[in-house]
């Protein structure tokens, strides 16, 4: 019998999604339209009743402006947002920047396809000639971390990202869940796809083809042991929906950047 119902959800569309760029530990702001997506799903939940006592974010600027916009389409400016790093977007390493269409051109499909949607293949290191390096290491955020700057992830698998999500999960999303909280985890593509894993017991092969749009909310129902009792619900216009994370597979496709 379900018990608990927990929402994910991938941000609205941001700049780099738009201009097919892994943008990762880039903190990238929503595009128009992904301010557009982050308010209609905020309309949508309203309009199906549903209310949240929690919101958890990563510490990327598109997930909390995604969290906002959502709780203030639906009137819930005041449920309380808290953030952590362990909800990040996967860090893409020395992918970060590159356009995934030109990396199937010079690299083959196959090889961005192992990049983005195999379960443990972590793809190359940033390192510090990276034009995004300093960016992002340099950013007071990842002072507030709970592990020192220097042994934050420099690239991770989607294994990595499970395991340094898992404890915050456990230690903190877990307890606010099971006291009968209706929680929100505004948070990434990888980032979601990961907990989507753990807590369906997806294996490491058939993960490769969960895709998740933006801006679309999947509603998991858990029983007390915080199992699913049904399939996944993405929200929403279910055609539009199919089209989307068809958009998003067709990213890592070789054809010229526009
Ligand atoms: O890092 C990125 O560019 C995307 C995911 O890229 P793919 O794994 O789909 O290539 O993350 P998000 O937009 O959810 O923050």
Redesign the pocket.
């Known amino acids: 019998m379900s018990k608990y119902k927990l929402f994910l959800l ?2 609205g569309e ?1 700049a ?2 738009k201009e097919n760029r ?3 530990w880039v903190d990238q702001k929503l595009s128009e339209d992904g301010v557009k997506e982050a308010q209609d799903c905020g309309r949508l939940l309203k309009e199906q009743g549903y209310k949240f006592d929690l919101v958890f974010t990563s510490i990327l600027s ?1 997930s909390i402006q995604t969290a906002w916009l959502v709780l203030e389409a639906m009137g819930q400016e005041w449920v309380p947002v808290v953030k952590s790093w362990r909800l990040n ?2 860090h ?1 390493g020395s992918l970060i920047g590159l356009n ?1 269409a030109e990396m199937a051109q010079q690299h083959g499909e196959e090889k961005v396809k192992l990049w ?1 949607r195999s379960y443990d293949i972590t793809p190359p290191l940033i390192d510090e000639s990276h034009p995004y390096f300093l960016e992002i290491y340099n950013d007071r955020r990842y002072t507030t971390c709970d592990v020192p700057i220097k042994d934050l992830p420099r690239a991770e698998s989607l294994k990595e990202v499970l395991d340094r999500l898992l404890p915050y999960w456990n230690s903190t999303v877990v307890p606010e869940i099971r006291n009968g909280r209706t929680v929100l985890i505004s948070a ?3 980032s979601c796809r990961a907990l989507l894993k753990y807590l369906e017991g997806i294996s490491d092969e058939d993960i490769a083809s969960v895709t998740l749009p ?1 801006g679309i909310p999947v509603l998991l129902e858990l029983d007390e042991n915080l199992k699913p009792v049904k399939p996944r619900q993405l929200l929403g216009d279910q055609a539009k929906i199919q089209a989307a994370i068809k958009k ?1 597979e067709d ?1 890592g496709k070789a054809k010229p950047s526009t």
Do not use: A, K, L
């Open positions: 991938r941000h941001g780099w999604n892994f943008c990762s598109r977007e996967r893409y995934r983005r990434h593509g990888n933006t998003v990213q």
